[in-house]
T-cell receptor, first 114, second 114 residues
Framework: NAGVTQTPKFQVLKTGQSMTLQCAQD?????MSWYRQDPGMGLRLIHY???????DQGEVPNGYNVSRSTTEDFPLRLLSAAPSQTSVYFC?????????????FGPGTRLLVL | AQSVAQPEDQVNVAEGNPLTVKCTYS??????LFWYVQYPNRGLQFLLK??????LVKGSYGFEAEFNKSQTSFHLKKPSALVSDSALYFC????????????FGGGTRLMVKP
């Protein structure tokens, strides 16, 4: 299994540009989520999904959009990039059910917004 | 609401000495607690978790953590530190009664010196 994969690894955007961060998993996990990591603030949840066709907001959803058309893919869209969105973005996935399952993380996408 | 506090931004320890990385949490339901480790330019790797049962949990790479309900703590420990243990460590909590949403602490950088 490839696990959780993310593309691109690194991206530079200009303010106002849009882009999509890709995330895919091959473990048939129902739950997928996006986090951003900023120094001293740990990881903060942006959006999550408990299955295809179902998404919900996390702690910091503003400026981001998600969709879940398949179990495997969970893309994150930046609608109009801002310097405050400079961060490292991680995608994670897990099974649902009893709530005991461990989340597995992708390698991250480093985004710089100028 | 749920929260995690990691009171130390950095912990310094000499190789061969025991190490402790502190974590306290707040959650309204049953606490499911996790430790993750992040090496430079990598994603988060799962170390160990507490769901139920024995308060002392053993995980990967010789790490263990002790769940203390009265002190709402879940400190990470290792009897003998290695230089290769140097990394960023994150504690996370989930409400066992309320889905998969993880809340992370701000992270603690562990520096093990030869």
């Amino acid at each position: 299994n490839a696990g959780v994969t993310q593309t691109p690894k690194f991206q530079v955007l200009k303010t106002g540009q849009s882009m999509t961060l890709q995330c895919a998993q091959d473990m048939n996990h129902e739950y997928m989520s996006w986090y951003r990591q900023d120094p001293g603030m740990g990881l903060r949840l942006i959006h999550y999904s408990v299955g295809a066709g179902i998404t919900d907001q996390g702690e910091v959803p503003n400026g981001y959009n998600v969709s879940r058309s398949t179990t495997e893919d969970f893309p994150l869209r930046l609608l109009s990039a801002a310097p405050s969105q400079t961060s490292v973005y991680f995608c994670a996935s897990s099974y649902t059910g009893a709530g005991r399952e461990t989340q597995y993380f992708g390698p991250g996408t480093r985004l710089l917004v100028l | 609401a749920q929260s995690v506090a990691q009171p130390e931004d950095q912990v310094n320890v000499a190789e061969g000495n025991p190490l402790t990385v502190k974590c306290t949490y707040s959650v309204s339901g049953n606490p499911y607690l996790f430790w993750y480790v992040q090496y430079p330019n990598r994603g988060l790797q799962f170390l160990l978790k507490y769901i139920t049962g024995d308060n002392l949990v053993k995980g990967s790479y010789g790490f263990e953590a002790e769940f203390n309900k009265s002190q709402t703590s879940f400190h990470l420990k290792k009897p003998s530190a290695l230089v290769s243990d140097s990394a960023l460590y994150f504690c996370a909590v989930r409400d066992g009664n309320a889905g998969n949403m993880l809340t992370f602490g701000g992270g603690t950088r562990l520096m093990v010196k030869p």
